[in-house]
């Protein structure tokens, strides 16, 4: 059981390249989540998904992209990186929505550091 | 605007020590208070989720406490170790149900155990 997987750990990219950081879980969970975390700023919600077929926009979602056509998958596209997009992204997930607070927990990934140059 | 302030911004103490971190908050609606540490260089991981109606919430060496009054909360660390040294984010749902998709999060305090 190997929770929540980010590939890669560290990618350098340059100006207008693009790439997709991989999220991978094996806990069955319906919602999925890509935040980014900057030096001296909380978390941000970048897309979320609630099962296989339905994305939406968080806070920040300008210059990503999502899919998520399998429940066990959740790629972020950067299309044309920016210096901007610097910074530290974390996927996570959790089983279920509702009053159960168990069942908004979050489980996160180890995280993806991007640096565009 | 909805916000999460925390205090102290960093700490240090000395193995063994307990300590007290403090978070503040004006969020509406609110739903739920998170704590979670984070390592450097990891993801962040849940200590503890408290609800409106819960004054206290306890794991293991960790004990949250929340005014939902005051709109204050506490993390206290006992008997702390070398591996309590991480980064303490406090975090609040701003949605009914835990919906994730409203969660305000602070900017944590970082915590220094010394030997």
């Known amino acids: 059981n190997a929770g929540v997987t980010q590939t890669p750990k560290f990618r350098i990219l340059k100006i207008g390249q693009s790439m997709t950081l991989q999220c991978t879980q094996d806990?069955?969970?319906?919602?999925m989540y890509w935040y980014r975390q900057d030096p001296g700023m909380g978390l941000k919600l970048i897309y979320y998904?609630?099962?296989?077929?339905?994305?939406d926009k968080g806070e920040v979602p300008n210059g990503y992209n999502v899919s998520r056509s399998t429940t066990e998958d959740f790629p972020l596209r950067l299309e044309l990186a920016a210096p901007s997009q610097t910074s530290v992204y974390f996927c996570?997930?959790?089983?279920?929505?509702?009053?159960?607070?168990?069942?908004?927990?979050?489980?996160f990934g180890a995280g993806s550091r991007l640096t565009v140059l | 605007k909805n916000q999460v302030e925390q205090s102290p911004q960093s700490l240090i103490i000395l193995e063994g020590k307990n300590c007290t971190l403090q978070?503040?908050?004006?969020?509406?609606?609110?739903?739920?208070l998170r704590w979670y540490k984070q390592d450097t260089g990891r993801g962040p991981v849940s200590l503890t989720i408290?609800?409106?109606s819960e004054n206290t919430k306890s794991n293991g060496r960790y004990t949250a406490t929340l005014d939902a009054d005051t709109k204050q909360s506490s993390l206290h660390i006992t008997a702390s170790q070398l591996s309590d040294s991480a980064s303490y984010i406090c975090?609040?749902?701003?949605?009914?149900?835990?919906?994730?998709?409203?969660?305000?999060w602070g900017l944590g305090t970082s915590l220094a155990v010394n030997p």
């Open positions: 996570a997930t959790h089983p279920a929505s509702g009053s159960t607070t168990g069942a908004n927990v979050l489980t």
């Open positions: 806990m069955n969970h319906n919602y």
């Open positions: 998904s609630v099962g296989a077929g339905i994305t």
């Open positions: 978070c503040n908050y004006t969020v509406s609606p609110f739903s739920n």
């Open positions: 408290m609800t409106f």
């Open positions: 975090v609040v749902s701003a949605a009914s149900g835990g919906n994730n998709r409203k969660l305000i």
